[in-house]
């Protein structure tokens, strides 16, 4: 357990900093990352993780890693290696911030972006979404850093969060009735996740599938639909809540593993799935009272619990996907019937994503925007900081939650 855990802090932690410890290295080994064998190279980050980010003796750090050079290699690319991680350990994870970073008077945003191990445009982004409050970027980083509590979901009518805590030796949360936090262990081997009682999902995720359940609609209320339900967490909380207020759930997902995970979720649950693209998913036009859209995203509101997407995604991704929730978006709204609601949300901050994309619907659809705030204030505590309306976006550092946004708007043809 206590090595797994370590290996587990390496991996995660190296995904984490990787810009970071990059960066170090290639000022350190005096070459270009291009230059270094991949392999080798991932063992310079092992090793320089643990000089700079963790309590483990810089001796044993720098010979387990030769060590394995060696093992892995040659004595000649050994020593490279311990000739690089020798000079990495001559100084403190500051000292070389201090030396590599941006100036912070001439590239504030570059320089908490480095300083944090984020990419420049994934820092520039957030602060361009926190708008006047960018000054919260800093937080904002760190908070990326912070191990993130495991968040269970309690499967409404099955379960309240208050047995759900007392089972899992878990602690009742601070905003979605559903919520409950675990500190720690593998959720999986809960009896209340197997026998279907609870699941993991971050609470504001199940804020956003209440979101939808609390908006006021116009008329009947009996038909709701899910239009990107993979992996079904969302599906599942709207079902359990449908099944007590006599409501239908169509939960819709195109790529076949994922629509098996909508299954598997949905177990002994009353909802329809259909395996088809929710922008041309062949229901009747203007027949659902509630449609969720949680789009495909870069799921830069994630990155806690991704450690390694912030590397992975680039600006070129943001594009192709905005196009894509602009047309899922455009397909919900003609599938909800007049004064019907549909509710917007995506795990990312990008303004391309969000704003962005439903002010696109705004101008070309038949929808006026609700005021989404007393649809996430209305949980166990008052959330706070939730913005000037009538959106909404979840920020980790304010509220313990992926950044989720989320936008409420009425059908009114």
Known sequence: GRDAAF????????????????????????????????????????????????????????????????IEFDTARAGFVNGTLRTIASRD??????????????????????????????????????????????????????????????????????????????????????????????????????????????????????????APVEGTDERWLDLCAGPGGKASILAAVAAGTGARVT?????????ELVEQTLRGLDVEVLRVDGRETGLPAASFDRVLVDAPCTGLGALRRRPEARWRRQPGDVPALAKLQK??????????????????????????????????????????????RPLFDAGREPMPDLGPGPYVQLWPHRHGTDAMFAAALRVQR
């Open 251 to 259: 939960a819709v997902e195109p790529t076949p593993h994922r629509a």
């Open 7 to 70: 290996a587990t802090e390496l991996a995660y932690g190296a995904c984490r900093a990787l810009g970071l410890l990059d960066a170090v290295i290639v000022h350190a080994a005096n070459r270009p990352l291009e230059r270094i064998d991949a392999a080798l190279l991932d063992l310079l980050r092992l090793g320089t993780y643990q000089l700079l980010r963790t309590r483990v003796d810089a001796h044993a750090a720098v010979d387990t890693t030769v060590e394995q050079a060696a």
């Open 93 to 214: 994870e500051a000292s070389w911030v201090a030396e590599l970073a941006p100036s912070a008077d001439t590239d504030p945003v570059g320089n908490i972006a480095f300083t944090h191990a984020h990419p420049r445009w994934i820092a520039q982004s957030f602060a361009d979404a926190l708008g006047a409050d960018a000054g919260e970027l800093r937080a904002l980083l760190a908070s990326d850093d912070d191990r993130p509590l495991v968040h269970l979901a309690a499967r409404p009518g099955v379960i309240t969060a208050q047995d759900l805590a007392l089972a899992v030796d878990g602690e009742v949360g601070r905003y979605s009735p559903y919520a409950v936090y675990l500190s720690g262990g593998d959720p999986g081997q809960l009896d209340a996740m197997r026998d279907g009682q609870a699941q993991v999902q971050d609470e504001g995720s199940q804020l956003v599938a209440r979101a939808l359940t609390l």
């Open 327 to 372: 047309q899922l978006l455009a397909a919900a709204i003609a599938l909800t019937r007049d004064g019907g609601v549909v509710l917007y949300a995506t795990c990312s901050p990008h303004l391309a994503e969000t704003v962005g994309v439903v002010a696109d619907a705004l101008r070309r659809q038949p929808v006026t925007a609700l005021d989404a």
